[in-house]
């Protein structure tokens, strides 16, 4: 769906240059979606509809419907419009409409295997941070960053896509890291915005499933970014810099081999990593709360985005140390001393599981609990992983599961590291981590 605006458009404005004669109607709106149209709204046809689907947009007010020539529409009674090959062009329609918000913004666009939700979870915090307003466009929400929307729908359809880029805009966003994943880009849904940065994520030691198509490369070699970051620990991100256009200025980065900006872990321990950093800007030793390898190469990631974004090399340094998890993925709340820390990660399936406790005993020093609220239907599978890896392991159902972990949390202490795994659904998956600090203050 897209939003309501309150600015009005002509559609001999919206389509000049495109068709001639074109109903003489305005529209205060666009939307795909039948059952969320508002009156004066252009319902913009995209997929099969029938005769109940029209006679509801005809209820709720619809000014116009737009649909592809080729379309079999049903009687509406509604002012029409069909345009050649829409599919392919709704996306430039719906910049047209929203006066191209991205050409306001500075945009970083991540795209990659693995490690694209950490990456723009991080530039857009850093963003928002160091800059006073920043907006996110992926798969865990999109608008901006600190009211953003918990749901698919800017991922999911292109009219969506740009009201959520005109609302980051209005908001006095400055940036929007924007998670560009495969549909986005085979589909031509980024065709319309200028990409100040693209960053590749490889998926080294990640719980990616490799593809046979990389429709990543998509970014670099036909949106031309102005700025390439990209990850040379991956066999693809090598290919990669040899693909980019000429224009596009590359900066590469890993943890191991030559590139221009690099970094190692000096340590690990149950609530961060101490890491050594080093770039053109400068370099230096950080500690960061982050837990994983993985988490290294998302942080230089972010890190040469940022820079190339015009950010102080200091500043840049500062927000590595001080940088957030994704809420859900590998979230180390650090208890008081004497206390165990306490992990929460949303892993769902066996092999997310298995990658989330082989990370952290990369950190241990001490146990490894893990706390397993999983469906019956993974139940038997996740806990068999879990007793594998892991010292301890507390199951119960969702609705014990604060019990579980409290338990669990009052059995280790100094150097240990309590999972609770699977974030759940309802108040859990909202308010996990604050049930989960509260029990941590509750045995302090």
Wanted: proline letters at 4%; a negative charge.
């Amino acid at each position: 769906m897209s939003r309501t605006v309150s600015r009005e458009v002509s559609m001999t404005t919206l389509f000049e240059g495109w068709l001639d004669d074109v109903p003489q109607v305005r529209i205060n709106g666009l939307t795909s979606d039948a059952a969320r149209i508002e009156t004066g709204n252009a319902w913009v046809v995209r997929g099969r509809v029938d005769a109940s689907d029209a006679a509801r947009a005809k209820a709720a007010g619809a000014a116009i419907v737009i649909h592809d020539s080729s379309a079999d529409m049903p009687e509406s009674g509604i002012p029409s419009l069909a345009v050649a090959d829409l599919e392919n062009r709704v996306s430039e329609l719906a910049a047209r409409f929203f006066l191209h918000p991205a050409s306001g913004l500075k945009i970083a666009g991540v795209a990659g295997p693995a490690g694209t939700a950490s990456a723009v979870h991080y530039l857009a915090q850093s963003w928002q941070r160091v800059n006073g307003a920043a907006g996110l466009v992926g798969e865990a929400g999109h608008g901006p960053f600190k009211m953003l929307q918990a749901d698919s729908a800017a991922i999911s359809d292109p009219l969506a896509l740009q009201a959520s880029l005109s609302d980051c805009l209005e908001s006095g966003a400055g940036m929007v890291a924007l998670e560009a994943l495969p549909q986005l880009l085979e589909r031509g849904w980024l065709d319309e915005i200028a990409f100040d940065v693209a960053v590749f994520t490889g998926q080294a030691g990640s719980r990616a499933v490799p593809r046979e198509e990389p429709a990543s490369q998509r970014l670099f070699t036909e949106c031309r970014p102005q700025f390439a970051v990209v990850d040379h620990d991956d066999a693809e991100g090598k290919t990669l810099t040899r693909l980019v256009d000429p224009a596009t200025q590359v900066l590469t980065y890993g943890t191991n081999g030559a590139t221009e900006l690099q970094g190692s872990i000096l340590g690990m321990d149950s609530t961060g990593m101490n890491l050594s950093i080093a770039s053109p800007w400068g370099g230096g030793d950080v500690r960061t709360g982050l837990l994983g390898r993985r988490n290294l190469s998302n942080l230089l990631a972010a890190a040469g985005a940022l820079a190339l974004m015009g950010m102080p090399w200091d500043k840049v340094m500062h927000q590595i140390e001080i940088m957030s998890a994704v809420p859900g993925r590998m979230n180390c709340l650090a208890g008081e001393r004497g206390q165990p820390a306490a992990v929460i990660d949303g892993a769902r399936t066996a092999e997310e599981l298995e990658e989330v406790l082989l990370t952290l005993r990369s950190h241990l020093h001490g146990r490894l609990a893990c706390v397993l609220a999983s469906g019956a239907e993974q139940q038997a599978e996740m806990v068999e992983l879990a007793e594998s890896l892991a010292d301890r392991v507390f199951t119960a159902t969702p609705a014990r599961r604060r019990e579980a972990i409290r338990l669990a949390l009052s059995e280790n202490g100094p150097g240990d590291i309590v999972l609770i795994a699977g974030m759940g659904l309802g108040d859990w998956q909202r308010n996990g981590e604050a049930a989960v600090r509260d029990l941590l203050e509750e045995a302090a």
